[in-house]
C-alpha cells in the first residue's frame, strides 16, 4: 500500500558549521537556530515535519481577533518569533496565506510579462521595419553601381570627350560632367544612408535581444513562484487539504446551500478516507506515466479497461480509491472554497468570479497557470473523453463559453452567471473536458459542442424581451447577504453585474464631467426598506417590494436627480450602453415621477 511516512517525532539534526567557521559567542547568548524548511520538499511528507510559513494577511482573510488567538500556540514564545500553527485550520489558513501571497505575486509578474511581451513586439517590427529599410538601400546602392559598371568610360568620365578643335561641343561635354558627377554624389549618399540602415538594424537587433532577455527574466520568475506553489501544494497534508475546502465559503439560498455543502462533505469525506489509510497525493509528474507509478499505486482504468492518464488507484482498507496529484486537491478544495462568492463578469477572485476565472484562479493556487478565458482554457488544454472523465477536470459547455471543475457524481463547481453565484451544478448535456495536469496539445482543440442556443458567458441566459422579475439566487427582496454582492461606492453595493455595469457608467461619467458620480441609494434591506417607508411613506416603495430589495436599484444625485439638467440628459443618452435604464413611472410625466431612480434592465 502506498503510504505516506511516520508521523512519529524525528530529532532535528542541527546544522554542522561550514569548515573554518567561527563561532560569534562574545559573551552573547547564541541565536536560536531557523526552523523554517528549506523550499525543497520530497513528495512524500513526514505529517509533523511540515514547517508552513505563516504570512497571513487579516485584512485579505477576513480574520477577527478570536481566529487568530486560536493559531497561536499557548505558552511562552521567543520575542519576535511567531509561534506555528498546530492545529488543522491554523494549517488549512497558513497553507491558503501562502498560496494566495504566491498567486498575487505571479499575477504580478503576468503584467510584467504582458509589458515585457508588448515591448518585444514593439522591438521585433522596429527590427523587421529596419530589415525592410536596409533592402531597400542596398538595391538601391546595387542598381547605382551595377548601372555605373556597365556603363561606357566616357559616360563615367565625360572629360575624356573633350576636344579643343570642338569647341562648340564644350558645354555639352561639361553638362554630361555635371550629370556624372551628380549621379556619383547620390550613389554616395545612397551608400551612406545603406550604412545608416545597417547601424539601425545592428541596433533594432540589439534592442530585441534585450527585450527577449527581460522577458526570460521575468519569465523565470513566474515560473519560479510557480514552482513554489507547487512545492507548497506537494508538502499539503490530506487533512489539511480537507480543511482548506471548507474555508471562506459563503452562504446560498436554502436549495443550493444544501447542493453545495453536499458535495463538499462528499470531498472531505474521500480527503479523510485517505487519511486515515495514509495515502498521500503524489505531484502530477509522478502520475504522468501509468507504467512508471510510485510504489502502492496501480493504474486507474476506464470502462474499457483503458489506463486513465494522470491519476491512480490505491487500496484504502479493502476498497479501492483514487489517487489525483496534490496539485488536483489543493486546486478543488480551493474552488470549494469560493462557494458562495458572487458572480461578476471577468472576475478573478478573491472577492468575486466569473467561470473561467473561478478555474484559473483555483489551479494558480495549486501551481498552474491557465488562462482566464473559458474558450481559451478549453483551446490550450488537453482533451480528454468524458469516459475517463475525473475529478479536477475542467468541463466546458455552450461551445466552451462555460466551464466548471469537475467534482464526481455528475458535478461540476462553477460561477454561474445564471445563479449569480459560485455552486455546485450538474454538468451540462454535450459537455466536454480538458485535464489541467496533462501536457498541453500540440495543436489547438477544435471548438466543442454547442450548447444550450442563446445563452451568453458563463450560462447567462438569452437576453429576455420585455420587463422581467428582478428576483434572482433564490433569495427574498431585502433578504441578499452582503457577501453575495459587491460594493460600487463606499456604503454601497449592487449585484455584481450590476455593480460592473455601475463601474463602467461611473467612468463613463467621471470622463464627461470631471467629477465622480453622485450616488444616495443602492441595494436597501428589508429593514432599511421599513425605513425609509416610515420616513416617506409617499416616495418609498411598500417593504419587500422595491427593486432596491434585489439589489438592483440606484438613487443618483449630483445633477442627475434634477429633470432638465445636462447631467439627466448625458444620463438618458448613456445609461443604456451599461445596462442602466429609467423605468417609465420614474421617467418625467410618469406616474410618479423620479428622475434620480434608474434600474439595472427593464424590472417587472
Known sequence: MYKSRTSAGRPTARRRPAPGARSRTNGTRRRKASTRRSPVRHWLPAADGRRWRVRLSLAALGLVLPVLAGLVAPGAQVPGTAAEPTDTTGLALAAQSAMLDAAARYRGLEQSLATRQAELAAARAAEQSAQQLLAAARA?????????????????????????????TTSDVLYLTAIAERAAQDLEVDVVRAERAAVDLALATRRVAMAEAALAAVQAQADAVLDEVRAEVGGLRTDVAAQLAALGTGRAAAAQQDVNQHALRRWQDHLTQLALADIVSPPAAALADPAALPAGLSPALDGAGQPVPGIAWAVAGNRPVTVLPAETVAAVSSALAQLGKPYMPGGTGPDAYDCGGLAATAWLLAGYAIPTASGDQWTHGAAVPLAQLQVGDLVFADGGSDVGIYLGEGQVVAASAAGYQVGVRPVADGAAAVRVTLPAPAQPNAAPPGGTAGRGACGAPPAPVGPVSPAWGGWSNGRIPTTALCAIARGHALR?????????????????F????????????????VTAFRAKPELAAVPGTSNHGWALAVDLCGGINVAGTVQSAWMAANAGRFGFVQPDWARPGGEKPEPWHWEFGHLA
Open 140 to 168: 538601391t546602392v546595387g542598381t547605382g553601381a551595377a548601372a555605373l559598371y556597365r556603363s561606357p568610360v566616357e559616360a563615367r568620365t565625360p572629360l575624356v570627350t573633350l576636344d579643343v578643335h570642338a569647341a562648340d
Open 496 to 512: 455584481c453585474d450590476a455593480a460592473a455595469g455601475y463601474a463602467a457608467l461611473a467612468d463613463a461619467y467621471r470622463a464627461a
Open 514 to 529: 470631471g467629477s465622480p458620480l453622485c450616488i444616495t441609494d443602492s441595494y436597501r434591506s428589508l429593514s432599511a426598506q
